[in-house]
């Protein structure tokens, strides 16, 4: 259904829909017509090829279904065309941001990202973004059909999450890849460090997403086919430190603030997640010294303690499953080894 593909328009991260862009009720008196041929008279600054690249991955909806490019339109169709970004935009300024750039081809390039660097230019950051960075970088390039080379967005992380970030340089590579993630065929892993001890080794959230009806900033978690949207993320045990854990967490879904909010949600927020509550001391003594230890490490890792790790998916054009696996960056590293050494030498007593 259209309503299962189709997210809310408002700005945020973690990100993994399709937008609707147009919707066509086809006339009464409209006579049997290829659906590309119908569209590129309706769609301004498009192209029979566009049409086609989206008609290719399913992005072009007939009455709630994909049909092929030679689709015959009839009278009461009602066609949608989903992409992956938000129909509306703002002028991207090109501005030189250092970026780590873990692989770059024709058609994709993957950033490690450092936490602090939003993805995307919107209310309150429309400059010193990620897509301002590339927009730099691929300034004066072109793509191999030789059209202006841009960043395309297929996903999105929080401006205080590190790690793996994809993006396209064109629009195939786009729509391929935003489909392996709608479809949920990407692999990805976060390593989040988080208050409290688990019973179990491993786990599996499955517990509905939205948007808190009392503060649409944030997100919470609802009763299953109450409000909010599915979401599932399966948690393993890495390391345990007694009164935090360093936990993988695989993503089935790609919700706003997904691992954040369904750790909480099971009581284990976040290392210094000041939107959900992990900024507090959860777990631990009363003593002086603790206090101290870890207003320490909220200052060394000043953010939430999520890095997104790994990142698996079909190359868009060669077809080939490619893997890139990234180190956790210099805060969230410090951080684990001062837990290392407080397990270590002091004794937890929960």
Not at 67 to 96: F, G, H, Q, W
Not at 278 to 302: A, R, S, V, W
């Amino acid at each position: 259904m259209i309503e299962d593909l189709v997210e809310d328009l408002s700005g945020s991260d973690e990100k993994d829909e399709l937008y609707e862009h147009f919707n066509f009720a086809v006339d009464k008196g409209q006579s049997l017509t290829r659906m590309d041929k119908y569209l590129l008279g309706l769609i301004p600054n498009t192209s029979r090829n566009k049409i086609q690249n989206a008609v290719k991955a399913n992005c072009i909806l007939v009455n709630g279904k994909p049909e092929k490019s030679n689709y015959k339109v009839k009278p009461l169709d009602n066609i949608s065309v989903l992409m992956p970004n938000p129909p509306r935009e703002i002028e991207i300024i090109a501005e030189d941001i250092p970026l780590n750039v873990v692989y770059e081809d024709e058609d994709v390039i993957l950033i490690n990202k450092e936490a602090g660097l939003v993805v995307h230019p919107g209310f309150g950051n429309y400059t010193g973004t990620l897509v301002n960075a590339l927009t730099y970088r691929f300034q004066d390039k072109k793509t191999k059909s030789g059209e202006e080379m841009k960043p395309y967005l297929v996903h999105r992380i929080d401006k205080n999450t590190s790690g793996i970030i994809i993006v396209a340089k064109n629009e195939w590579a786009q729509i391929h890849l935003a489909k392996q993630f709608f479809n949920h065929t990407i692999d990805r892993k976060y390593y989040a460090l988080v208050w409290g001890d688990f019973k179990e080794d491993e786990g599996t959230i499955n517990v509905h997403v939205g948007r808190n009806p009392k503060d649409r900033l944030v997100m919470t978690t609802f009763p299953e086919g109450d409000q909010g949207r599915h979401a599932i993320t399966h948690w393993k045990v890495v390391e345990r430190f007694g009164y935090v854990t360093l936990v993988e967490c695989v993503l089935e879904t790609g919700r706003t603030h997904q691992i954040r909010v369904h750790m909480k949600s099971i009581g284990h927020p976040l290392f210094n997640d000041a939107t959900y509550g992990g900024n507090e001391i959860l777990k631990g003594t009363t003593f002086t010294k603790y206090k101290q230890y870890i207003k320490n490490c909220f200052e060394i890792i000043p953010r939430q303690s999520l890095h997104a790790k790994q990142l698996g998916f079909i190359h868009p054009t060669t077809e080939e499953y490619l893997f890139f696996d990234s180190e956790l960056p210099m805060d969230f590293s410090t951080v684990l080894d001062k837990w290392r050494s407080y397990s270590k030498y002091k004794e937890i007593d929960e």
